[in-house]
């Protein structure tokens, strides 16, 4: 089928990007022994399996390609997102973008490709601590007008907060995750779709040139999240995962369908992950909306695709060698000539 075949050319052309990344890495930096077996509290335990994300401050790059079937608006979406995290003072804080790109592929009208909201934000480790085995990470984001060409960008013409607080405990062999948070919008819903108009900014117009009242409006949204993760072996664990949301509909709240839908948002999730070195990882999960009536059902089901890469170890660890090495000369005899 047409959009199996999408699916597979979106993951296909996903893994050779990694791969090319892959093997830039490893022809510049030199090669070292994985930790992930040896430090069981090493980033690579607590992966968000609805993102791909790691919830602790790291260095690194992922890559997710989502695949929603059978949206409410009889379309087949595909998502491909990039994030990057940059962390600094000892891992404590970090600070991370991240930018999707969205092709819908639509029913009984052309297809379309959009770019979403941009999010910037921030993550602090209160603890500090990487070798204990429970953790608290206090998140944050900003998210950035879409533009009101609404044949270009997707996500809401609006700024947007988003705040998490994540908890974190190891173990044995399980690792247990609990999110709380949610998103606030922070500015109103500006006029969309102006691409014909002859470019006098909304805010300078005479009252008879306002667009029409907007069918949405922004809500403050709940969410939480939760998942487990059992390390079969040192590279591979799976995962069950819950998310909770209310409005049904997140931060767009569709003011026609306001008395018909339901007012909570639930899905379950499970998957695997398999972790190629401390470094690299893949996840993939499968997502089940637990509301499942025909009319209101915002998709049908929908599968994640993550792989990431942290980068950055393998100075840290030379120059811990050399500072060692240096002490060891300094404190050795002198050498007669």
């Known amino acids: 089928m047409f959009f199996i075949s999408t699916f597979s050319k979106s993951i296909t052309n996903t893994l050779l990007i990694l791969f090319a990344i892959y093997q830039f890495s490893t022809s510049s930096l030199s090669a070292h022994h994985t930790g992930s077996s040896d430090n069981p509290n090493s980033t690579t335990r607590f992966i968000d399996p609805f993102t791909g994300k790691r919830e602790q401050p790291a260095n690194y790059l992922v890559l997710t390609q989502d695949y929603y079937k059978a949206t409410n608006e009889n379309s087949n979406i595909f998502t491909t997102s990039a994030f990057v995290e940059i962390p600094f ?5 970090a600070m991370n973008i991240s930018v999707p790109y969205t092709y819908f592929q639509q029913k009984d009208r052309s297809d379309a490709a959009r770019i979403g909201k941009t999010y910037l934000g921030g993550k602090w480790l209160p603890l500090g601590d990487f070798e204990r085995n429970y953790f608290i990470v206090v998140e944050g984001a ?28 190891l173990w044995n062999d399980f690792s247990f995750v609990l999110k709380a948070g949610g998103i606030k919008p922070l500015s109103r819903l500006e006029p969309t779709n102006l691409r014909n108009n002859d470019g006098i900014p909304y805010w300078l117009r005479e009252p008879s040139a306002v ?127």
Do not use: C
């Not at 003072?89 to 804080?93: A, E, L």
């Open 89 to 93: 003072y000892d891992g404590k804080f």
């Open 142 to 169: 900003v998210g950035f007008p879409s533009g009101p060409d609404t044949d270009r960008f997707t996500g809401g013409n609006y700024y947007a907060g988003q705040g998490n607080l994540t908890l974190g405990y």
């Open 211 to 337: 667009p029409p009242e907007q069918q949405y409006e922004l809500k403050n949204t709940t969410l939480l999240q939760s998942y487990v993760t059992y390390l079969w072996k040192p590279e591979i664990s799976f995962f069950l995962g819950y998310i909770f949301r209310t409005p049904y509909q997140g931060v767009d709240f569709d003011t026609e369908t306001r008395d018909t839908i339901p007012r909570f948002f639930r899905e379950i999730s499970m998957g695997t992950s398999y972790n190629f070195s401390e470094k690299y990882n893949i996840t993939l999960a499968y997502r089940h909306p637990l509301y499942r009536n025909p009319d209101h059902r915002l998709y049908d089901a929908a599968w994640t695709v993550a792989v990431s890469m942290e980068w950055g170890k393998e100075e840290t660890v030379k120059k811990e060698n050399l500072e060692v090495s240096k002490e060891d000369i300094s404190e050795s005899d002198p050498v007669d000539l």
